[in-house]
């Protein structure tokens, strides 16, 4: 089982920078796509970023442009740099690991526990 462990949330002022880091370990052979996603209070879960093990990045149309995610595939890390955020960039951001099981025909989602961000004067 795959275990994800998030990191490096907290309150920032508008503008301000945030790094938020997710580490992987348990059964993480053949993990493809890794990714965090957030929910805002009151609103359904959204994808912020993903990126595959082959570092194709894609990224929600809100965070383009002032949100990095980078993985390093040796250490099982992904991390997503956000810069120039908003109040509406508040919410639990979560990690997202992605396996393909192919006689199923579909991925197995494996989820963190989330790291709350907060975006205010």
């Known amino acids: 089982q795959v275990q994800l462990v998030e990191s490096g949330g907290g309150l920032v002022q508008p503008g301000g920078s945030l790094r938020l880091s997710c580490a992987a370990s348990g059964g993480i052979n053949g993990i493809d796509i890794m990714g965090w996603y957030r929910q805002a209070p009151g609103k359904q879960r959204e994808l912020v970023a993903t990126i595959t093990s082959g570092g194709t990045t894609n990224y929600a149309d809100s965070v383009k442009g002032r949100f990095t995610i980078s993985r390093d595939n040796a250490k099982n890390t992904v991390d997503l740099q956000m810069n120039s955020l908003k109040p509406d960039d508040t919410g639990v951001y979560s990690c997202?690991?992605?396996?393909?099981?192919?006689?199923?025909?579909?991925?197995?989602?494996?989820w963190g526990q989330g790291t709350q961000v907060t975006v205010s004067s």
């Open positions: 997202n690991a992605r396996r393909w099981i192919a006689w199923r025909r579909s991925y197995s989602d494996y």
